[in-house]
């Protein structure tokens, strides 16, 4: 989510008054109240046991709708086998980073399997899919070269572009006339390299970023492609391969990042394609150099969760007979889905209070599903993000739309 500098800063009063200094933790608690007033602080909700489709949260049993474990593999016995064996073969920890004594033979089987599920020459595995964003992204780029980006790429996108110290450009949401008027711009200022940014999916609509289209276009004007299917792994394409093969462009995009936080079950992050972009970044990306390597048990599920799929796709395919079935149901009662072409299912409301009493609600009826409201999106655009998964029974979406449907009416949304 491209999340806001305001979120963090300048609500408050500046640590520094008329005359007086603020104690500093005074000046974060003011900080903090700020983000109270305005309903903008997380509220962090205690998940008492594994995430699935029915949990145990704060307390209560409810049904999930705001996890983004897509395909239910973070409680999977194949994944949990696989950890535990790792624990017991190669220890709890890495004991290093990997460029220095933190690379096991499970990293690099890892890195293979990634490779061959993502039809690249190699891939690089990080800690996180932030830290591949943060890390690759200004490592890649310098100065002398232009990163254009879609103006709600993710947060961790719009790090790695401000630790660059190569020049910026914004294009309007997967407009493609704005991207290439972008690009024909550049084209006089002789830059070095350009390399067009997007998500893949956009983790607050649901939307897919068409990439056919950005390929074509920033091709034809000499510019390299850095795709983040943070929201495309495990969900689009053939057995989950990701936006990629949704648009059969393999071997057209030079860069592929992506996460094992989402369908995959685990956490980790990845960039994939060329062997000479693995070789770059393994020597170069400071994330990646500088840092402690994943531990066995991490490493072990995430390649487990890859070997599950590509054996098998039914996951993915209850995925999807999930997304139609909740979706169709949800525009049937009269809700807004906005441009949702995934599971990602926002239902929009429009004004924050709205959103957030809505959520409020739905716990109370036993659905757990997280207001997104501004900063995190413009004003006059809050909404409940609801995600399907594969794990839902027909049974825990019909819980769940007979909730919605409840708290729509109460609030004075949806069929009247
Ligand atoms: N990119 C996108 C689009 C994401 O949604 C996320 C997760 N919020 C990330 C990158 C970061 O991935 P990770 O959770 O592996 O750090």
């Known amino acids: 989510m491209p999340l806001a500098e305001e979120h963090f800063f300048n609500l408050a009063a500046k640590s520094k008054s008329e005359g007086e200094t603020m104690k500093f933790d005074e ?14 602080n997380w509220k962090l909700r205690e998940l008492q046991g594994p995430s699935l489709p029915r949990s145990k949260v704060d307390g209560k049993e409810v049904l999930m709708l705001c996890s983004n474990n897509y395909l239910g593999l973070s409680n999977h016995p194949a994944l949990k086998e696989a950890a535990i064996r ?29 490779a061959r599920f993502k039809h690249t020459q190699a891939a690089l595995y990080f800690q996180t899919g932030f830290a591949a964003n943060q890390g690759s992204i200004p490592c890649l780029s310098g100065e002398g070269d232009l990163l254009v980006s879609d103006e709600l790429n993710h947060g961790s996108i719009i790090d790695g572009v401000r630790l660059s110290k190569a020049e910026r450009a914004i294009y309007k949401h997967c407009d493609m006339q704005d991207l290439e008027r972008v690009l024909r711009e550049a084209k006089a200022k002789n830059y070095r390299h350009i390399f067009v940014i997007t998500d893949g999916v956009f983790s607050m609509d649901g939307d897919i970023a068409p990439l056919d289209q950005i390929e074509k276009i920033a091709h034809d004007y000499g510019a390299v492609v850095y795709v983040d ?29 992506g996460t094992f936080s989402k369908a995959f079950g685990v956490v980790g992050g990845y960039v994939a394609g060329s062997q000479a972009l693995y070789d770059y970044l393994q020597n170069k990306a400071r994330s990646f150099l500088l840092s402690g390597s994943a531990p066995p048990a991490t490493v072990a599920a995430c390649t487990a969760a890859l070997e599950l799929l590509e054996k098998d796709d039914s996951l993915v395919k209850k995925l999807w007979e999930n997304t139609r079935y909740y979706k169709s149901q949800l525009v049937s009662m009269g809700f807004d889905i906005g441009s949702s072409q995934t599971p990602i299912t926002p239902i929009m409301l429009g004004e924050s209070k709205l959103a957030q009493d809505f959520a409020e609600e739905l716990f109370k009826e036993g659905v757990f599903a997280l207001p997104i409201v501004y900063p995190m999106v413009a004003q006059g655009k809050a909404r409940i993000r609801t995600m399907v998964t594969a794990a839902h029974t027909r049974e825990d979406l019909d819980f769940a739309l007979a909730a919605i449907e409840r708290v729509g009416k109460r609030l004075g949304v949806g069929k009247k």
């Open 86 to 114: 790792a624990v017991q073969t190669h220890g709890a920890g890495s004991g290093s980073v990997r460029a220095i004594a933190g690379t096991q033979d499970l990293h690099f089987k890892l890195e293979r399997t990634i």
């Open 229 to 257: 299917d943070a929201h495309g792994d495990g969900v689009l394409g053939e057995h989950g391969r990701g936006i990629v093969s949704h648009f059969r462009l393999e071997g057209k995009i030079e860069i592929e990042m």
């Open 27 to 40: 000046f974060l608690a003011s900080e903090v109240n700020a983000l109270k007033e305005k309903k903008l």
